[in-house]
């Protein structure tokens, strides 16, 4: 496997630029999700590491190897398409064969390399079907075997699991996961759905118009979100705009005074936005001295449910595990009162309309 290394990315259809200075260092190894909303560049991108788009300007490196120049067809990438590609005339066998007949290896070679790729997915008993005899997920798995029997230094993964259903999804993802992290695959997938580069990926890079906004680790960009646009794309949060009052506390437009992780950076006058997790928010029967808060809204999830309520004139979403029967917030209803109370550094303060 190889590090792959992109400087000063930038692309433009006429006057129109898709990218803007894009640059992103992915680790021998290491698994990063491109996240963003449709139109955000983030295809683009993974169309031009793959040597299919020609960047308008800046470098591509593939284990320090510049490749900017280099044809697709010379680059030693696996791509996993969002469609799966497979030839429908093809049997299984020879679509996972089919790139190592372009690199023109012979056919006993290749027939051991397409048996250990569909061994990989856990297909090898299916390699006789032809595409049109395989589910949706079958039909994911056969395209990334394809993708693996070159031994690629780069896998690339454009949207790969969009067309399985919900249940099917999560299950695939963690087979693909467990199968990047067993063979070191040095990995670029591109996803707008922000559980799967969360459960997927070792680092996210969240776009927004052609540009990136955020790169961390899942659990940074979660916890820590430097913008509003990436506390809002990365899960659920409720984002409050007021004004810092004082240390440690946050004053909503509606007037509800809230507490707040401190902040330097936030003037007293300066209009911010307190981003706070559903799921960091603790319900509690009414109490003397905690913030009260009324009901006006209850949504049964199965394992959780999700409330609302209006705290001093500012609505805020809850997410907590469904209570139990003998719990003393069971059956909470519209109407009904609680406390609502969190940790400050919870609360993060954020520059508002960014």
Known sequence: MSSLKIEHLAKSFGTTEVLQDINLGIAEGEMVALLGPSGCGKSTTLRIVAGFETATSGRIELGGTDITATPAHRRNTGMVFQSYALFPHMSVADNVGFGLEMRKIGRSDREAKVRQALDMVQLGHLADRM????????????????????????????????????????????????????????????????????????????????????????????????????????????????????????????????????????????SRVLALRPERVRLSPPQQGAASAQVVGVTYLGAQSEIRVDLQGTRILVTMPTPQARDPMAGLAEGDMVSADWAPEDARLLPAGA
Request: charged share 25%; hydrophobic share 40%; with cysteine.
């Open 131 to 270: 595409p049109a005899q395989l589910s949706g997920g079958q039909q994911q798995r056969v395209a990334l075997a394809r993708a693996l029997a070159v031994n690629p230094d780069l896998l690339l993964l454009d949207e790969p699991l969009s067309n399985l259903d919900a249940k099917l999804r999560g299950e695939v993802q963690h087979e693909i996961r467990a199968l990047q992290q067993r063979l070191g695959l040095t990995t670029l997938i591109v996803t707008h759905d922000q559980e799967e580069a969360l459960t997927m990926s070792d680092k996210m890079v969240v776009m927004q118009g052609g540009r990136i906004r955020q790169v961390g680790a899942p659990r940074e960009l979660y916890d820590a979100p430097d913008s509003v646009f990436v506390a809002s794309f990365v899960g659920n949060c409720n984002l409050i705009e007021g004004k810092r009052e004082g240390e440690g506390m946050f004053r909503s437009t509606s007037g509800a005074l809230l507490p707040c992780a401190r902040s330097e950076a936030a003037d007293a006058d300066e």
